[in-house]
């Protein structure tokens, strides 16, 4: 008997084609979304400034990729700290 073969759409199961993205909002300072990324995400302070203006004039941004679960963990900790963020 044959195995289908897995389709190129559907994730493996480790789910690491997992993005988390920051949205803008109009209370929190850059400051504290820098700080976030780096404690949280792991960003070098530089990538941070930059993803924190990238969501300031468009609106949101891709913060982190990988496996699903870990990305949960810190969306957890950026909604803990009032940052809007989704894993898609």
């Given amino acids: 008997m044959k195995e289908k073969p897995l389709s190129h759409n559907k994730r493996v199961e480790d789910k690491t084609g997992y993005t988390l993205i920051l949205f803008n909002d109009d209370y929190n300072t850059f400051d504290h979304v820098i700080e976030a990324l780096v404690e949280i995400c792991g960003h ?28 949960l963990s810190m969306r957890t900790e950026m909604l803990n700290r009032n940052l809007t963020c989704e894993v898609k």
Wanted: aromatic share 0%; glycine share 8%.
């Fill in 44 to 71: 070098d302070p530089v990538q941070a400034e930059q993803c924190a203006l990238i969501v300031h004039h468009k609106g949101s941004c891709e913060i982190k990729s990988g496996m699903r679960k870990i990305l």
